[in-house]
T-cell receptor
Framework: GENVEQHPSTLSVQEGDSAVIKCTYS??????FPWYKQELGKRPQLIID?????GEKKDQRIAVTLNKTAKHFSLHITETQPEDSAVYFC?????????????FGKGTLLTVNP | DTAVSQTPKYLVTQMGNDKSIKCEQN?????MYWYKQDSKKFLKIMFS???????INETVPNRFSPKSPDKAHLNLHINSLELGDSAVYFC?????????????????FGNGTRLTVT
C-alpha cells in the first residue's frame, strides 16, 4: 500500500519567515495530493491540493510543488503569521479498484512565533 | 449548518463497555469515512462506505462495526472498549468514490469525537 513520509515533525519559525514542509510517497500511481491544516482541537481542513499533471500551484501565501519523478511534494508558506500555527498534514490519493483512498503523513506541528 | 456533524463530541467510558458514535452529512456526498487520530496526531482510515456499501475496510479489530443506514449517515459501534481505543474519531465525506485527480472531490471532516476509555 501507499506510504507517505512527512518532515519535519515540528517546525518553529519567526513571524514573517517562510516555512517549508516536505513529503514523499511510495506509490507511483498516486495522482492527487492534498494538504490539510488542523488547528488545536479542531477538524482537519483542506488548504490546497495539487494534481499529478501540475508541477506547482499557488494560493496567496501558500504554494505546493510536486516532483512526480522523485515522488515528493512540498508545502511552502510565505510571510508566516501566528494564525498559521497548526498541525499540517500531507496526503496522497491511491486507487483501490474503483475507489480512492487518502493516506496521510504523520503531520508537522508548525509554530509561528510573534 | 455544519456540513459533517458527529455526536457526541466527547465520550468518556470504562473498559469493557459498548458505545456508538453517529455521523451525518448534508453535502449530498456519496462516500463517508471513519478516521482515527491517535495521541500522536496520526490520521488513519478505518472504514469507507459508498451509498451504504462498505468499500474500504482497513485492518481494524472486529470490535469496531460501522453501519450506514443511508448515504447521509455512517455510525460507528465499538464493543468491549479497551484503553487503546482512546483517540479522536473523525467522520468525513467526499463526492464520488473518494478524492482523486479526475474529480473535484476533497475530503470534508466532521469536528471529531474524543473518546476516552478509563
Amino acid at each position: 500500500g501507499e506510504n507517505v513520509e512527512q518532515h519535519p515533525s515540528t517546525l518553529s519559525v519567526q513571524e514573517g519567515d517562510s516555512a517549508v514542509i516536505k513529503c514523499t510517497y511510495s506509490d507511483s500511481a498516486s495522482n492527487y495530493f492534498p494538504w490539510y491544516k488542523q488547528e488545536l482541537g479542531k477538524r482537519p481542513q483542506l488548504i490546497i491540493d495539487i494534481r499529478s499533471n501540475v508541477g506547482e500551484k499557488k494560493d496567496q501565501r501558500i504554494a505546493v510543488t510536486l516532483n512526480k519523478t522523485a515522488k515528493h511534494f512540498s508545502l511552502h508558506i510565505t510571510e508566516t503569521q501566528p494564525e498559521d500555527s497548526a498541525v499540517y498534514f500531507c496526503a496522497a490519493s491511491t486507487r483501490e479498484g474503483s475507489n480512492y483512498k487518502l493516506t496521510f503523513g504523520k503531520g508537522t506541528l508548525l509554530t509561528v512565533n510573534p | 449548518d455544519t456540513a459533517v456533524s458527529q455526536t457526541p463530541k466527547y465520550l468518556v467510558t470504562q473498559m469493557g463497555n459498548d458505545k456508538s458514535i453517529k455521523c451525518e452529512q448534508n453535502l449530498g456526498h456519496d462516500t463517508m469515512y471513519w478516521y482515527k487520530q491517535d495521541s500522536k496526531k496520526f490520521l488513519k482510515i478505518m472504514f469507507s462506505y459508498n451509498n451504504k456499501e462498505l468499500i474500504i475496510n482497513e485492518t481494524v479489530p472486529n470490535r469496531f462495526s460501522p453501519k450506514s443506514p443511508d448515504k447521509a449517515h455512517l455510525n460507528l459501534h465499538i464493543n468491549s472498549l479497551e484503553l487503546g481505543d482512546s483517540a479522536v474519531y473523525f467522520c468525513a465525506s467526499s463526492q464520488d468514490r473518494g478524492p482523486s485527480a479526475t474529480r473535484n472531490s476533497p475530503l470534508h471532516f466532521g469536528n471529531g469525537t474524543r473518546l476516552t476509555v478509563t
